[in-house]
């Protein structure tokens, strides 16, 4: 069997403090299964980070979801593409007939005072939280390949643009190189709008046969891989090989060449990580990214638009469910579903989201999954 | 393929604060890798309810675990077997060659001081704790099948006897009816030495193609369930359809009855648990499973010895490590390598954990197998 997305769904995202994670869940499995036409589904797989114990039997059942198998699944900010993986292998390797993949976060109960990096944590008894980790690898790809911290706001102007489509992103506020430089400072070079906000929110996906139908995305590959120890030998700057050996691996299963992709939504954290991931995938040499948001090859109008939800900088980035909501945006993306953001003729498209320590000292994942329209 | 268990590692089980996460998985995983011989691990499963996120990959990669699909899997107490469970299926229906699977958790980290209930779960919102669901299940039994505090203690009496034999046992001191029953109240009719220690721990499991070995132990099943809402109206206690029915589509899936088992792995994290566990599971009818520890049924040296590692009331409950630790200990069993506590002429073993919320208003899970000694 060839695997397909049979339908979607997501909350909306931002702070959503009065809302418990069952009603995030609620809000995006009522969708995903009303949008696949209410298959029975045999398996769950639900992706979360700091999920309490038993969330997912917790908050399903209340749907009558109950007396199949539910697995919760953890991988970092890669927990919910962790969840879809799971599923679409279930389903390939003929285990289960229809799987739901779930992935939810409420962030704000888990930082709701001050942030601090987790003690036994490698990069975190170092001091090291994820917004330095990634400005450092942004000051060193600044030294590598001289790029400068306006190149840098580019990423947060086009996705921030981006989510003024999305009604449901956390930010829909369109910014200027100016203001994303000028906001407060978190880790040089990175300000605040370089950074993606703390969200609460869920997505939903219905993996099954993607038979022939005119509303069924094909899953043409679906790749998780984690890395190995840091070589700090290496010439690239943090996750690049990940990326790009995981990009490279769900590509060629699919038999696709970068250029063939229409529509990417990518794990842009930080504004370094588009950069660094659009090279890594291959949509410019490395060390070039930066000439794609200078030409808007990657802007909603261009050849290769990335992150046209607004990404993870101006959806928000709810950390278990932000693979799942990368995979709703494709789906509606590939389905002509996009409303004020839709990329044209868009027939392939590729998710890719990338969890755990940035450094590789701490252990990583990433997952990425090549897409295809239905064939209407 | 037929999958099969090339090897197994456990730690030891008790508190053990000087030891890190890490350190616990390291014992277990390098003990089940050269119990396997070391091959090739192509993926891994990891089982946990408290690890903090990521405790897979950063634990791992120091074991140079690299560079291989790495997903960490939340069941409540079921993680473990969920982790094995998982990697079976992925080598039953040809998704990988060699897997490991491993548990592991630090509850002396995670329960330092006084323990609550979780405030967002409907049982701890409720004041229920685990002991006092127990206890209410335990009170009920009781009524309705005349069973005395006397009869509930025997079953801590055959564990912590059991463990005397278990070197990596919590509790090794054996003790009488009179001991258990004098010890502190917990949760009435539930004394201290009638609940599971916290302990920390963790174990280790490498699953791969069975073929014909002297050592390999066969999986002849593996079966995981979500249970569905608590019906009010049972004549049951809490679990016992959801393992009973667990339990049938293991065996079913086996070709076994439960007369054929040998010897026993189940959840006795309290000891009604045992007691309601061995009659869903077909050993005796309902309400007359204290029979089975009047006559020794279920003791080492009698037909069908039930947890002969000291279960959880003895050997202790690290959540995510138990479900691989009981397959440890069934797969010792089976192989004729288990000392002091073997089980004589062993050929079928089963192994069960429950997952979950014990009143069935919070989700739980439930995981069966059955596995075979090697044909030799």
């Known amino acids: 069997m060839t695997a397909g997305l049979l339908g979607v769904g997501t909350s909306s995202f931002g702070k959503q403090q009065d809302l418990h994670p069952n009603e995030l869940m609620w809000l995006a499995v009522e969708e995903a299964l009303d949008d696949a036409g209410r298959p029975d589904i045999e398996a769950i797989y639900l992706g979360t980070v700091f999920g309490a114990p038993g969330v997912a039997p917790r908050g399903l059942h209340h749907l009558g979801l109950t007396d199949v198998p539910i697995i919760t699944v953890e991988n970092a900010c890669a927990s919910g593409t962790t969840a879809f993986h799971e599923a679409t ?4 390797y003929g285990r289960f007939a229809n799987v739901l993949a779930v ?6 109960d888990q930082f709701a005072g001050a942030i601090h990096p987790e003690p036994t944590d490698p990069e975190g008894r170092s001091g090291l939280a994820l917004p330095g980790l990634y400005a450092m690898a942004a000051s060193r790809y600044q030294h590598m390949h001289g790029v ?5 706001a580019m990423v947060a102007v086009k996705n921030h643009g981006h989510a003024v489509g999305n009604e449901r992103a956390q930010h829909r506020t369109p910014h200027t190189v100016e203001e994303v430089l000028a906001s407060r400072m978190i880790a040089d070079p990175l300000t605040l709008l370089q950074c993606c906000p703390i969200a609460d929110g869920a997505a939903a996906a219905v993996v099954g046969d993607s038979g022939p139908s005119a509303r069924t995305v094909r899953i043409r590959s679906s790749v998780l891989a984690s890395g190995g120890l840091w070589d700090h030998r290496s010439d690239h700057v943090w996750g690049f090989e990940l990326i790009r050996d995981t990009a490279a691996a769900a590509m060629e299963a699919a038999g696709v060449a970068p250029g063939d992709i229409d529509v990417i939504e990518c794990h842009d954290a930080f504004t370094i990580g ?12 490395e060390g070039e990214g930066v000439r794609l948001l200078h030409d808007g090859h990657t802007r909603v109008g261009g050849p290769q638009p990335v ?3 607004g990404g993870l900088l101006s959806r928000g980035h709810p950390l278990g469910a932000t693979g799942l909501a990368q995979i709703a945006e494709i789906v509606w993306q590939l389905r002509g579903d996009a409303g004020a953001r839709q990329v044209q003729r868009a027939r392939l498209g590729l998710v890719e989201t990338m969890g755990g320590g940035v450094a590789g000292i701490d252990g990583n994942a990433c997952v990425v999954a090549v897409l295809e329209a239905p064939s209407t």
């Open 89 to 92: 292998q279930s389903v390939e």
């Open 274 to 285: 588009e950069i660094v991931t659009t090279e890594a995938i291959g949509l410019a040499p």
């Open 307 to 309: 992150n046209p939800s």
């Open 103 to 108: 992935g939810v976060e409420k962030m704000t």
């Open 148 to 152: 400068t911290d306006e190149d840098l």
